[in-house]
């Protein structure tokens, strides 16, 4: 990554540009330095995860991506525009969107009214998109009346998951999907993503359970103390030795 | 009235009147209150202008009707054309004012410690206070509503009386049927923005969860600025109403009013549009009430009304039907 912030869109050869680039991203909370040069990409189509321990700064990594947490310094280019200083509604009109940490429902509105929030966007959706979300969870159809707030935490994580899906991504942010789910669900749950990721959707996932994530990406990045310090392909990543010891093993 | 109180059993024709007086004032409490409901729910701060916004819009219905008369109290268009007038003028005009007020006072200290925007909420206040003082004067300005248009809005009206000698009477003119159904229509119309369009939606859940909102692509400054916009003109609304009601504005009405719309909407929940609507009811029919039943009432009947906000804070903290149960997940 050499390029100057102007000369942003032009890309060397035959090489894909890809969906998401973060270029060596700086993010200070105050006057604390959270992120320090954090350079990734994910392509169209990819499944990549980004591992790393707590307060290592994966939340704001997510969070800078979609324009909620301002870079010091460093860019932010989505499908071929650079849109580091473009606000958050910008971002997901132009096909982002995010499963939050904690899932961060509307707790006091309707299941359905939390679909709306997320195609916001589009004036709340069309019937398509909700048939689309209904089809990939049936139990939210039937819930669709009901207090977000009232779920249980595996339909609530179904409703975070269909909200996200409801503004038609691009690519697909999702902050720890499987935090407080029982074994079973986080296995559902990462099915779940892999169908959502066949489908054409990219995904960009924040996981501290690196063994679940790392089988279904197609690559991942390491974040330690607001650095890369580890990246390549999830094949390879699993089978290496730090990270085994810092992740896998126990 | 004497000291000792009445019952409402030694004469029905006052019991009747004091629900007429009741319902009356609790729409114009439950007006302001919702203002003060809307903006806590959404920021968690406590809006001491509001009741000063509720003073100017006063003021500004006071002026339409003055600019609009053609000779003494003679109208120059129909009557309904000039209430609407009047009445769409100051909530727009407060409306405005409020959006302005979130914009230069509130939204600058968003990120400040809780306490900087309510100091900076009192202000507001006095600033508004003494804007009104330095342009308007001190001394009362009339709104006259009794001689508007020959009187109708006294003189029309349901006057029905009924049993022995016509022992029981109802005496409910024009104008409070007008500020009622005013009052009702206005929290209609609020209550359905709120459970069905796209900005009510937006505001409950920026109220809920702001940066999540954002998340979903809304823009949280937007949507408080609506609030301001919708909150500051039913207060707006309301300054007319009191306005034609009582006859009179001058530059410190807000202050009371400000307090007891702030009353009512601790006591049916803070934050709770449908808990607003019953706070200011309810502060409405205590402070009719009283006049008539407590001793003393049409002396301390803003003790009584005090009286009750202590007791529902001691009983119920959340207010009537404020909620603490569904607390963020
Ligand atoms: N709004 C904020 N203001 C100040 N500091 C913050 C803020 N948000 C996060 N931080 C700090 O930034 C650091 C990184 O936070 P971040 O949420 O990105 O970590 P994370 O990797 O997602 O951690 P976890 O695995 O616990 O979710 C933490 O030390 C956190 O305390
Ligand atoms: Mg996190």
Not at chain 2, 150 to 164: H, M
Not at chain 2, 269 to 294: N, Q, R, V
Request: glycine share 12%.
């Amino acid at each position: 990554m050499t390029e100057a912030p102007d000369t942003v869109l032009a890309r060397d050869g035959d090489r894909p540009a890809p969906l998401l680039e973060l270029r060596e991203i700086v993010t200070y909370y105050g006057e604390i330095n959270i992120l320090r040069q954090v350079s990734l990409q994910v392509n169209h189509g990819e499944l990549v995860c980004l591992l790393g321990g707590n307060a290592s700064g994966k939340s704001t990594t997510l969070k800078t991506c979609l324009g909620i947490v301002r870079p010091r310094t460093g860019r932010v280019v989505f499908d071929g525009e650079d849109v580091t200083g473009r606000p958050t509604n910008y971002r997901i009109a132009r096909g982002m969107a995010i499963v939050p940490e904690n899932r961060r429902l509307f707790a006091p509105m309707t299941v359905r009214e939390n679909l709306e929030m997320g195609a916001y966007l589009n004036g709340g959706g069309v019937k398509e998109d909700f048939d689309r979300v209904y089809e990939l969870f049936p139990l939210l159809h039937e819930r669709r009346s009901q207090l977000a707030g009232t779920l249980s935490g595996g339909e609530q994580q179904m409703v975070a998951m269909g909200r996200a899906l409801m503004s038609r991504p691009k690519l697909l942010l999702m902050d720890e999907p499987s935090m407080g789910l029982a074994p079973i669900l986080v296995e559902r749950n990462f099915e779940i993503i892999k169908q959502v990721h066949e489908a054409g959707v990219a995904v960009f996932v924040v996981e501290q359970n690196a063994n679940v994530s790392l089988s279904i990406a197609d690559r991942g990045y390491v974040l330690q103390t607001g650095r890369v310090v580890l990246e390549g392909a999830a094949s390879d990543l699993l089978q290496n030795e730090d990270l085994r010891k810092a992740y896998l093993g126990r | 009235m004497d000291v000792l109180a009445l019952t409402p059993w030694d004469d029905w024709s006052i019991f009747i009147q004091l629900c007429v007086n009741g319902v009356t004032l609790g729409s114009v409490y439950a007006l302001i209150a919702l203002g003060y409901s809307m903006v806590y729910g959404i920021l968690k701060m406590l809006n001491f202008a509001h009741g000063d916004v509720y003073m100017i819009g006063s003021f500004l219905g006071y002026f339409m009707l003055t600019s609009g008369l053609d000779g003494p109290m003679n109208l120059a268009v129909p009557i309904w054309l000039a209430l609407t007038l009047v009445l769409l003028v100051a909530m727009l005009g407060a409306g405005l004012l409020g959006v302005a007020i979130e914009r230069f006072a509130y939204r600058p200290l968003r990120n400040a410690p809780r306490i900087a925007p309510l100091i900076s909420a009192l202000g507001v206040s006095f600033f508004l206070q003494n804007s009104a003082l330095l342009l308007f004067g001190a001394n009362f300005r009339t709104y006259d509503a009794f001689t508007l248009d020959g009187g109708v809005l006294f003189t029309k009206g349901i006057f029905e009386a009924w049993g022995k000698d016509d022992a029981i009477a109802l005496n409910l003119p024009l104008l409070n049927m007008l500020v009622i159904g005013g009052a009702i229509v206005l929290m209609i119309l609020l209550t359905l923005l709120v459970a069905r369009t796209r900005l009510g939606k937006a505001m409950r859940a920026t109220a809920f969860d702001r940066e999540a909102a954002a998340m979903m692509g809304i823009n949280p400054d937007r949507v408080i600025m609506a609030t301001f916009f919708i909150g500051s003109a039913l207060a707006g609304a309301a300054g007319v109403m009191v306005g034609m009601l009582f006859g009179q504005v001058y530059h410190f009405m807000g202050f009371l009013a400000g307090l007891k719309g702030f009353t009512a909407a601790v006591v049916g929940g803070i934050g709770s549009i449908p808990g607003a609507m019953l706070g200011g009811l309810l502060i409405g029919m205590i402070e009719a009430f009283s006049t008539g039943y407590l001793p003393e009432g049409s002396k301390f009947q803003d003790f009584y009304v005090f009286i009750l906000l202590i007791a529902v804070m001691l009983f119920r903290p959340t207010g009537l039907l404020g909620r603490a149960d569904i607390a963020k997940v």
